[in-house]
């Protein structure tokens, strides 16, 4: 979390920052600042809450920085201390000399301050990052040197970070160093940028090295230097970075979110673009090396990730045990890594990220890489940090997702899981070849069924009206469409604020049953196949306790008009496609009630889309 940006050129520095930290806005939203080298020094500006807010802070003082070519920035994910001005970044340190932002987690800070207090610092805010400012300040006064200084201070880090540091004494230099943080370093004519992510700095230059833990870069226009941690200079590899400068437009919609679910019949079809030609014809997956060997020894496979990407995970997990005959696991990222976890060469470990650079996902992926596991990564970020750790690599092509709250990326992770499970049951020859052409078949068909949901989204306003003002909402689901519950109610959650949770509609008499009365809305998720009749049993339940109940369904049984307030259809489907069908709806039941409560639907309070801190 947290999003960081530095320039050292000949160009006006401001905007450049600005418009960079515009691009990070999706690593945070607390507060934002930036520190720029004028003529009589070092000055600092930093507001609470959007950036916008920064903006206008900025544009009374303009003048200022009319000559400055350079300065960092920052936009705060708050971890240290309350979204506060005086917890923004850049900080200082105590005679105001030296700058700093940063991205990640100190651990070891509360040590590092009361050190740095007893030695006669002193600190203004509660962060983590200002004993860093702090630090690096008492070894420049030892060594008179910025680089060294950082060198020097790294090595007492323990955590996280990328940090951008600037002092005083230096004109028109910036010294960056990481580690298990992202931070890249762009090249310009005479001019470079330091970024926590590629939108930041695309605008002015495709030619990026990505740095690696530890190393150092130090910028200035007349050129860039780069050490290791141990003080060796080194030459780094100058990437050309895969992307296009894009202009993100809402395109007439009102929300980015609303776009991004009415983009998902496009995505599903790009991502069989090159992949799925035929029914008759074998998955291509060109980047995925398990080959019949391979897929013969695994005794297993693990599944990491968090949040949306966890649900997708799950449904991935049902997918796999039905197609392939192999044993899956599923587990949030954030518990795997601190376990004794039984993976080794037999197992293979399928981390899944939208960002690619999920703190926890990231080193669940990089511990099981060191037992020697092979790795497979499905996300939409294929430069990222966890497409670097990959064997093997399933890219989304979902395209930039900017809402906060994930959509497109959910059913893209989908659409992944789809393809690497019929690819595996190709090679693995798991299923009979008439299934798999039936279920190619069928997987063809997903995008006009996607297109119909979207053209009648009518009766699904209409139930997120009646329902915007409800304090708590269940979801319940069964067997496939249980990771849809979850992530129906994550999608009401994040973005309304609503207290919704999601069950296995079989668990309700055990416990949940309880909260049930007339001011409770049950959604069940009720789709053709095996456990359908086994739902709309608990539906019953739940509506003899005078729950409001609610149904997303593709049958046209008529019973369900007597059991149910409200029912949204959807297109009939083969049942294990179905959380496909099923999620469209849910997020845009969650989209219409957060816009209709007046929420900020695509930047969520307390949340980030990039969460790159354990
Ligand atoms: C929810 C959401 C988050 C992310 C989670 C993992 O809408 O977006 O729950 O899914 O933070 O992020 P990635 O997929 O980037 O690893």
Redesign the pocket.
């Known amino acids: 979390m947290c999003g960081i940006v530095g320039y050292a050129g000949n160009k006006s520095v401001v905007d450049i920052l600005l418009d960079g930290l515009e691009q990070l806005e999706y690593r945070g939203y607390d507060s934002s600042g930036i520190a720029v080298k004028c003529k009589d020094g070092i000055k600092v500006y930093k507001a609470e809450g959007k950036l916008g807010n920064l903006r206008n802070v900025l544009s009374n003082c303009l003048d200022e920085f009319k000559t400055s070519t350079c300065g960092i920035g920052h936009i705060r994910w708050a971890t240290h201390g309350a979204p506060t001005v005086l917890n923004a970044h850049p900080h200082t340190c105590t005679c105001g000399n030296l700058v700093i932002v940063h991205n990640g987690i100190i651990e070891n800070y509360k040590e590092l301050r009361e050190k740095l207090t007893a030695s006669g610092c002193t600190f203004r805010s509660q962060t983590d990052t200002e004993a860093v400012a702090h630090l690096v300040a008492r070894k420049y006064f030892e060594v008179k040197d910025l680089t060294e200084a950082v060198r020097l201070a790294s090595k007492e880090l323990e955590g996280a970070y990328a940090l951008c540091v600037m002092h005083n004494d230096y004109n028109n230099t910036i010294v960056a160093t990481k580690r298990n943080a992202p931070l890249l370093i762009g090249y310009g004519e005479n001019e470079f940028f330091a970024a926590s992510d590629v939108p930041a700095i695309i605008k002015h230059t495709n030619k990026a090295v990505y740095l690696n833990d530890n190393e150092i870069a130090t910028l200035n226009p007349a050129g860039i230097k780069f050490i290791d941690g141990e003080g060796n200079v080194i030459t780094p590899r100058v990437e050309t970075l895969p992307w296009e400068p894009v202009a993100l437009s809402k395109m007439g919609y009102k929300h980015f979110m609303l776009k991004e679910i009415h983009e998902q019949s496009d995505v599903i079809r790009n991502i069989l673009i090159g992949k799925l030609h035929a029914p008759d014809e074998n998955i291509v997956l060109n980047e995925v090396k398990l080959d019949k060997n391979t897929l013969k020894n695994l005794n297993r496979i693990q599944i990491v990730?968090?949040?949306?990407?966890?649900?997708a995970a799950m449904v991935g997990k049902y997918l796999i045990e039905n197609f392939c005959d192999i044993a899956v696991d599923v587990e949030a990222?954030s518990e795997y890594i601190y376990r004794k976890t039984v993976t080794d060469t037999h197992t293979l470990v399928i981390g899944?990220?939208?960002?690619?650079?999920?703190a926890d996902?990231l080193t669940a992926v990089k511990q099981s890489k060191a037992r020697g596991s092979h790795i497979l990564i499905i996300?939409?970020?294929p430069d990222s940090a966890?497409a670097r750790e990959a064997d093997s690599l399933v890219p989304v092509n979902a395209g930039i997702e900017v809402s906060?709250?994930?959509?497109k990326?959910?059913t893209a992770?989908l659409m992944a899981f789809y393809l690497l499970a019929l690819y595996m049951a190709e090679i693995k020859e798991s299923m009979s070849k008439t299934d798999l052409q039936a279920l190619k078949a069928e997987m063809m068909q997903l995008p006009q069924k996607v297109d119909q949901i979207l053209a009648q989204t009518d009766e699904i306003k209409k139930c997120a009206h009646a329902f915007a003002n409800t304090k708590n909402f269940i979801y319940v689901a069964r067997g496939i469409n249980y990771p849809t519950a979850l992530e129906g109610a994550?999608?009401l959650k994040?973005i309304s604020y609503i207290n919704a949770t999601g069950y296995p509609a079989g668990e309700l008499k055990h416990g949940p049953i309880a909260m049930l009365d007339e001011t409770m809305p049950v959604l069940s998720i009720l789709m053709l196949g095996t456990v359908y009749e086994k739902i709309l049993s608990n539906s019953e339940e739940a509506k003899a306790r005078n729950a409001q109940m609610i149904a997303l369904t593709n049958s046209d049984d008529k019973k369900l008009d007597d059991l149910f307030d409200y029912i949204i259809r959807v297109p009939a489907v083969q049942e294990l496609f179905s959380p496909i069908i099923a999620m469209v709806p849910l997020q845009l039941l969650a989209y219409y009630i957060a816009e209709f409560l007046g929420k900020d639907v695509d930047q969520p309070r307390n949340?980030?889309?990039?969460?790159t801190v354990e």
């Open positions: 990730a968090c949040g949306t990407s966890l649900h990222s899944v990220s939208q960002s690619g650079e999920t996902t996300t939409n970020r966890m906060v709250a994930a959509t990326s959910y992770q994550l999608k994040e949340l980030a889309k990039s969460v």
